[in-house]
C-alpha cells in the first residue's frame, strides 16, 4: 500500500512571495509549474474528509487518485495513495458518473514544484488562497519546514 507523507500550510502572499525567493537559496531546484483542474468525488464509500476520489487534469496529463486518510495525531498527514495516469480524463469522469459517483467540488489551480533533497515542495495558487505542501519521509519534512523558516 504505497502511503503518502505531507504537511500543508495555509500561506498569505506576502509568505508566498517569500518562499519563492527562500527556496532557490536553501537549495532547492526548481522543477516546473502546471495549471491544474481537480474533480473530487463524492459517492459510494466516499467521505471527503478521510476517503477521496479525485480526477486530476494537469497540461496533457489526467491522473485518478484514491486517498485514505490514516489514523494519526501528528501535523503531518499519512494517508493510502493509489494513483494511476488516464487516456481519456472524459470517459473517466463518465465511467465514475455511470458507477455512481458525483463530481462534489472542482477547483482549479497553478502548482509549481520545488525538490529539496527528499523532499518535494509545492506552492499552489488557487482562487481562494495560497498554499505549501511539503512531502516526503517525515525528517526531510521537518528539516524543510525548518529552512524554510515557517512558524506554524
Sequence with gaps: MPVEIEKKY????????????RLPAI??????????????????ALDLGRRVLRLRRAG???????????PSTSSIKQQQEDETAVSDADAMDAILRA?????????EKLRETWELGNAEIVL???????FME?????PEIRAAEKNCLLRH
Excluded at 27 to 44: H, I, M
Design 10 to 21: 495555509r500561506l498569505t502572499k506576502p509568505q508566498l512571495t517569500t518562499l519563492r525567493q
Design 27 to 44: 537549495g532547492a531546484v526548481r522543477e516546473g509549474s502546471e495549471f491544474e483542474e481537480n474533480t473530487l468525488y463524492s459517492g459510494p
Design 60 to 70: 496533457k496529463k489526467t491522473f485518478l487518485t484514491y486517498k485514505e486518510r490514516l
Design 99 to 107: 458507477l455512481g459517483f458525483v463530481p462534489a467540488l472542482v477547483y
Design 124 to 130: 499552489d495558487e488557487l482562487p481562494f488562497g495560497h
Design 134 to 138: 511539503i512531502e516526503g519521509p517525515e
